[in-house]
Nanobody
Framework: QVQLVESGGGLVQAGGSLRVACAASGLTFSSYHMGWFRRAPGKEREFVASITSSGQTTIYADSVKGRFTISRDNVKNTVYLQMNSLEPEDTAVYYC???????????????WGQGTQVTVSS
């Protein structure tokens, strides 16, 4: 079965950096578009970033543009989210997701990971 396993979350001070990773198995990774979402306490889940299966195209939410970078390694079957200039408002559980349709990766992807907690202290 498809498994997406996030890692790399933790506690960081405001202004700091963190990289989270998502290892995929049970699917042909290079055929899937990947995305990151987050859910902050008391808020709805929101889209953060996505990357096409080839890695050529990336899309970001306005709130993270210029601070976060999504990338992927199709040999290691892993997608990354590099987060710089972190703010307390970035505190959330971060989830990776996979979809074979790019039209769905930012809205309703088929597969989800279990999430990893990122906490930014002020």
């Amino acid at each position: 079965q498809v498994q997406l396993v996030e890692s790399g979350g933790g506690l960081v001070q405001a202004g700091g950096s963190l990289r989270v990773a998502c290892a995929a198995s049970g699917l042909t990774f290079s055929s899937y578009h990947m995305g990151w979402f987050r859910r902050a306490p008391g808020k709805e889940r929101e889209f953060v970033a996505s990357i096409t299966s080839s890695g050529q195209t990336t899309i970001y939410a306005d709130s993270v543009k210029g601070r976060f970078t999504i990338s992927r390694d199709n040999v290691k079957n892993t997608v990354y989210l590099q987060m710089n200039s972190l703010e307390p408002e970035d505190t959330a559980v971060y989830y990776c997701a996979a979809s074979s349709l790019f039209s769905r990766i930012s809205r309703d992807p088929r597969y989800w990971g279990q999430g990893t907690q990122v906490t930014v202290s002020s």
